[in-house]
C-alpha cells in the first residue's frame, strides 16, 4: 500500500509542473500580457520596456519559467492589479481560498449523503415509484442551470420567506477569525453564535452547487448497483441464505462503489467551475468571484496562484480517489 501511495505522490509531482508548465506559456501568450495590465494601455514604450526588464520578460523564456517555479514554491506571484490593486496575490488565495473549500465540501457531502442511499434504494425497487422519484429529480438536477437554481432558492428561501440569509458568509457580528474556515472558526473559539451563522449562510448556495454532482452520483449508484445485483455472486450469497446486511455490504455496495468514488472525485473538480457562478449569486466571496473578478481585470498575479490552486485540488482529490479504490479493491494496488 505504501509503495502504491508513493509511486501515485510521484505522478502528481509531474502532472504539476507540467500544469505549471502550460500555465506559464498560456499566460503570456494571452494579449497585452501582464505589463499593459499593470500599466494599461496607453503606456509609453520605453516605460513598458522597463517594466518589462524589472519583471524579467527580456530573459529566455526557460529562464523566466525557472524563476517562476521558485517563487510559486515560496508563495511568491506578485501583486494584484485588478482584485484589490496592491494587496499580495498570495493573501487573497489564503484569504478567500477557505470560503471555496467550505462551500465545495458542504455541497460534496450534501450530494453523496443523498444520491448514494437513494441510488440504491432505487436499484433494489426497480421501476417503483421511489425509482421513478429518484430518475426525475436527477434529470431536474441535471436541467437546472447552477445559476437559475441559486437564483430560485434565493428569491424564495431568503427574499420571500426570510428563512435563510441571502447573501454573504456570516452575520455583522463579531467573531475570532483562527483559520478563515468560519464554522471550524467558531468551533475552536467556542462562539457557536457565529458557526450558526456561518452554516445558515452555507445551506442555499451549497444546495444549488450540490444539484449537479447529486444527480450525477445518483445515476452511476444506480446504474453499478443494477449491474452488481445481477452478479453471480451476488445470486449465490442469497441462494447460501446470508443475511441483507452482508450481501449489501460485502458483495454488493463494496463492488458498486468503485465507479461511484470516480464519479465523485471528477464532481469535486467540477464543484470549483460551478463554485465561480454560485458565489456570484450569494456574494460569497470565495475564490469562484475572485477568478471571475481576476480574468474581467486581467489580473494575472491573481489568476496564476488560482488556477494552480485549482489543480492541486484537483490533482490531490484524484489521489484520494485513487487511495480509496485501493482499499475498496487490492488488487488495484498492483497495477
Known amino acids: 500500500?505504501?509503495?502504491?501511495?508513493?509511486?501515485?505522490?510521484?505522478?502528481?509531482?509531474?502532472?504539476?509542473?507540467?500544469?505549471?508548465?502550460?500555465?506559464?506559456?498560456?499566460?503570456?501568450?494571452?494579449?497585452?500580457?501582464?505589463?499593459?495590465?499593470?500599466?494599461?494601455?496607453?503606456?509609453?514604450?520605453?516605460?513598458?520596456?522597463?517594466?518589462?526588464?524589472?519583471?524579467?520578460?527580456?530573459?529566455?523564456?526557460?529562464?523566466?519559467?525557472?524563476?517562476?517555479?521558485?517563487?510559486?514554491?515560496?508563495?511568491?506571484?506578485?501583486?494584484?492589479?485588478?482584485?484589490?490593486?496592491?494587496?499580495?496575490?498570495?493573501?487573497?488565495?489564503?484569504?478567500?481560498?477557505?470560503?471555496?473549500?467550505?462551500?465545495?465540501?458542504?455541497?460534496?457531502?450534501?450530494?453523496?449523503?443523498?444520491?448514494?442511499?437513494?441510488?440504491?434504494?432505487?436499484?433494489?425497487?426497480?421501476?417503483?415509484?421511489?425509482?421513478?422519484?429518484?430518475?426525475?429529480?436527477?434529470?431536474?438536477?441535471?436541467?437546472?442551470?447552477?445559476?437559475?437554481?441559486?437564483?430560485?432558492?434565493?428569491?424564495?428561501?431568503a427574499i420571500k420567506w426570510g428563512l435563510l440569509p441571502a447573501s454573504g458568509r456570516q452575520d455583522s457580528i463579531n467573531c475570532t477569525r483562527v483559520t478563515n474556515f468560519f464554522i471550524l472558526d467558531g468551533l475552536l473559539t467556542r462562539e457557536f453564535d457565529c458557526t450558526w451563522s456561518a452554516l445558515k449562510h452555507l445551506i442555499l448556495p451549497a444546495v444549488a452547487l450540490a444539484s449537479i454532482p447529486f444527480a450525477v452520483i445518483f445515476r452511476i449508484t444506480r446504474a453499478s448497483v443494477l449491474d452488481v445485483l445481477d452478479e453471480d455472486y451476488v445470486r449465490t450469497a442469497e441462494a447460501k441464505g446470508l443475511a441483507n446486511r452482508t450481501i449489501r455490504g460485502r458483495h454488493v455496495m463494496r463492488n458498486a462503489l468503485l465507479p461511484v468514488v470516480t464519479t465523485i472525485g471528477l464532481q469535486v473538480g467540477a464543484l470549483l467551475a460551478g463554485a465561480v457562478l454560485t458565489e456570484r449569486v450569494f456574494n460569497f466571496g470565495g475564490i469562484g468571484d475572485t477568478l471571475a473578478v481576476s480574468f474581467f481585470t486581467r489580473d494575472y498575479a491573481v489568476l496564476q496562484v488560482l488556477i494552480i490552486a485549482a489543480a492541486a485540488v484537483f490533482v490531490i482529490v484524484n489521489l484520494l480517489v485513487d487511495i480509496s479504490y485501493a482499499v475498496i479493491d487490492p488488487r488495484v494496488r498492483t497495477r
Open 1 to 157: 500500500m505504501l509503495r502504491f501511495i508513493i509511486r501515485r505522490l510521484l505522478q502528481m509531482v509531474g502532472v504539476m509542473i507540467a500544469l505549471s508548465l502550460l500555465l506559464f506559456l498560456w499566460l503570456r501568450s494571452l494579449p497585452g500580457g501582464t505589463v499593459s495590465a499593470m500599466l494599461g494601455e496607453r503606456a509609453t514604450p520605453e516605460t513598458r520596456a522597463r517594466l518589462s526588464k524589472a519583471l524579467g520578460l527580456d530573459e529566455p523564456i526557460w529562464v523566466q519559467y525557472v524563476k517562476f517555479m521558485g517563487r510559486a514554491l515560496k508563495g511568491q506571484f506578485g501583486a494584484s492589479t485588478g482584485v484589490l490593486p496592491g494587496a499580495d496575490a498570495f493573501d487573497i488565495f489564503l484569504k478567500r481560498f477557505p470560503a471555496t473549500i467550505e462551500l465545495s465540501a458542504f455541497a460534496i457531502i450534501l450530494a453523496v449523503a443523498i444520491a448514494i442511499p437513494m441510488g440504491y434504494v432505487a436499484a433494489k425497487r426497480r421501476g417503483s415509484a421511489v425509482d421513478n422519484a429518484g430518475i426525475v429529480t436527477s434529470l431536474v438536477g441535471v436541467a437546472i442551470p447552477v445559476f437559475f437554481l441559486a437564483f430560485l432558492l434565493k428569491y424564495f428561501f
